[in-house]
């Protein structure tokens, strides 16, 4: 980055929270300035970014930026769907933009923050303590702007069991609020970007979403395209299947229909069958230079 740039960075900031502070207000104060010191704090910091450190590095007291992001009534869903409204009137979103569903996981020692527990961690690559978000970004055609547009945090069963219901009261859990899962969270999300009209062709996501039939219906029902991983070893039809009742020449006469032809492969037998053709694709510029890839398009 050019070095005036770099000087103009704090004007910059405070000239963006001046704009979605407004929105940090209620009706009988304005502690927007807290917000600021938080975004300030978090950019500058590379570790440790919690209140009493984020309050140091901006001598603003812990307990004042505690209060602002944990007890001021201001609407956390009204600041994102104002930032989300924003980021789909600009001219690199209008044409050929993405939805992008996915998680990411926080390691945390203790089960005290709200939504921790042990769970995959896919940061890891195992089971562990640790908090889990559901996120929804959003990149434009070009793949040069990406952005998060949405995001939800997933509370583990455990948090709404009987025995855990002074800890929900204690981290502020909204008493209204129930067990989802990850798949229902992602589709929460899809549904209000939608509902807010922002711009986009497709949504895609990951195997973990990919795999539910639940969520690719949810998806299709409404009518929007998708771009779906699932394992290697799922199971597809090359032709459409045949259908039918089983007509046994021994043994129990057959009554539930099941496939008849032909059989179904396995997708990685498909990326190795020597029919498959592929084609070498550039994608964008990456920090490790271009990104680039093979790709292969069957109808299953």
Known sequence: MPLNEIKELGDRLAAFWRYFGQWTQTKT??????????????????????????GRQTDVATQNMHHFMSNSPWSGSLLVSKARADIGQQDEFQNGSMLLLDESADDKAGDHTVGSGRQYNGRRGKVDNCLVGVF??????????????????????????????????????????????????????????????????????????????????????AGLEYYADVPADTRVYLHPPVIGVPQNKRGKKAHKPRVLSPRSVRVDQVRHDSATIWHHITLRPSERGMLQADFARVRV
């Not at 300035?33 to 704090?41: A, N």
């Open 29 to 54: 104060r304005d502690t927007s300035q807290y917000g600021l010191s938080y975004l300030s704090g978090l950019l500058r910091m590379e570790a440790k970014r919690n209140f009493a450190n984020i």
């Open 136 to 221: 929804l970004s959003y990149v434009d055609a070009s793949c040069q702007y990406h952005t998060w547009v949405d995001g939800e945090l997933f509370l583990v069963e455990d948090w709404f069991s009987d025995a855990w219901a002074e800890r929900r009261h204690q981290a502020g859990v909204p008493a209204e609020r129930r067990f989802q899962s990850k798949l229902e969270l992602g589709w929460q999300m899809i549904q209000r970007v939608q509902g807010e009209g922002l711009p986009f062709v497709a949504v895609a996501f990951d195997s973990h979403y990919g795999r539910s039939a639940w969520l690719r219906d949810q998806v299709t029902a």
